[in-house]
């Protein structure tokens, strides 16, 4: 997949799972470690979780596997690590406590274009 491929799929399942406050960065140029930087974050720990597998699932059926995964055991900051894409889900606290969008101020965003469906029509983007 490409690296656009790659950020559109994961943040439509962040989406989908009603994970809020989306943002995703291009810091290609800026960074080294990946071209992309996608922050969301879930009501609980449980949901932090449930967003996460919901990312891997929806990649692997794609064949794409997270080459690091760290933080699923407390849940609240899950990291997967896709290379081009890098994905941070946080408990709303520990994103306003690290407010890692801050780290890429010189960062483009991301037009997601996110697909709204019945169910997920409701969630607040920002």
């Known amino acids: 997949m490409s690296p656009k491929d790659l950020l559109s799929t994961i943040a439509q399942a962040i989406y ?4 809020r406050n989306i943002i995703a960065l291009d810091v290609r140029g800026i960074s080294s470690m990946t071209d ?4 969301a974050e879930g009501n609980v720990d449980r949901h932090v979780i449930a967003i996460s597998k919901t990312v891997e699932e929806s990649l692997k059926e794609k064949g794409e596997k997270a080459a690091y995964i760290e933080g699923l055991r407390n849940g609240d900051w899950v990291v997967l690590d896709y290379m081009q894409v890098m994905v941070h889900i946080f ?3 520990l994103r306003e406590k690290y ?3 801050r780290l890429w101020t010189d960062a483009k965003i991301v037009d ?8 997920t029509s409701n969630i ?3």
């Open 16 to 19: 989908d799972k009603k994970g």
């Open 36 to 39: 992309y930087i996608i922050v």
């Open 91 to 93: 408990m709303p606290e």
């Open 99 to 101: 407010q890692l969008e």
């Open 112 to 119: 997601l274009n996110l697909e709204t469906t019945e169910e």
């Open 124 to 126: 607040t983007q920002s």
